[in-house]
């Protein structure tokens, strides 16, 4: 079976810097891949190289065997790829309805750029099974700006969503967050799968072992090692890089 996300040999260099070097894994249908390591592993920098914030110098990136590598990130969006980001990239001047069906715009025929908000039936629809979903409905008239962290995090999975993606990427989605938050977003995570395939990067290991089908582990740039998280986490080169000890 065809990945739905395959990368090959993925890299890009700052100066001298190697900020990810020939990374290559692949994420399956309908399950969670993590990418894990210790700060400036190059992490992020692998998830721009993804969805196209940044050009790789090497490599390739692949959406269900096409190939996106360098595409803009509104080619990658229109290929199936949504995003979110470690700090939280709403309108907060919006309410949380509205940030939904902005995102949700995009199911809508070309030819119905210009008609009225109201005619706009599948991003209206959308909103509402967002706002439900994510259990968002009785703040649906709130300004994002006057919502919670959790609340926000949580919103911007919703956004990301509210497009059909078939992969999305989650930047630490838990970041900030209160025990309680971590645990219902991680349920709600895991709830995904039905729908999309997810690529996360999280610091929290319990939570990373306890949620991702494939962990990849990422240091100074490089892929140490992957596998499932019983492999990952018995991996000696990875005990002594990630957690100090083997």
């Avoid at 609340?151 to 989605?173: F, G, N």
Wanted: aromatic share 4%; net charge neutral; charged share 20%.
């Amino acid at each position: 079976m065809t990945p739905v996300l395959d990368i090959r040999d993925l890299g890009v260099s700052f100066g001298g810097l190697k900020a990810v070097d020939q990374v290559s894994f692949q994420a399956q249908r309908h399950r969670i891949t993590t990418v894990i390591g210790p700060n400036g592993a190059g992490k992020s920098t692998l998830f721009n190289l993804i969805s196209g914030a940044l050009r790789p110098h090497r490599g390739q990136v692949l959406i269900d065997g096409v190939d996106m590598t360098g595409a803009a990130p509104e080619r990658t969006k229109a290929a199936g790829l949504s995003r979110s980001f470690q700090i939280t990239s709403l309108f907060s001047e919006l309410t949380v309805a509205e940030n939904l069906r902005l995102a949700a715009q995009v199911l809508e025929p070309v030819g119905r750029t210009l008609l009225p908000i109201s005619r706009s039936t599948r991003a209206l629809a959308k909103t509402g099974q967002m706002l439900d979903r994510f259990q968002l409905a009785h703040k649906r008239d709130d300004l994002v700006g006057n919502l919670s962290h959790g609340d926000q995090r949580r919103l911007e999975i919703a956004v990301c969503l509210a497009s059909e993606p078939k992969i999305l990427l989650l930047d630490e989605p838990t970041q900030g967050m209160s025990h309680g938050d971590t645990a219902a977003t991680a349920e709600l995570v895991r709830g995904l799968t039905d729908d999309v395939t997810v690529l996360l990067i999280e610091h929290d290991i319990g939570l990373v072992m306890s949620l991702s089908d494939h962990v990849v582990v990422m240091h100074q740039g490089r892929k140490l090692a992957e596998g499932s998280p019983d492999v990952v986490r018995a991996d000696p080169a990875v005990q002594a890089a990630y957690f100090g000890h083997a």
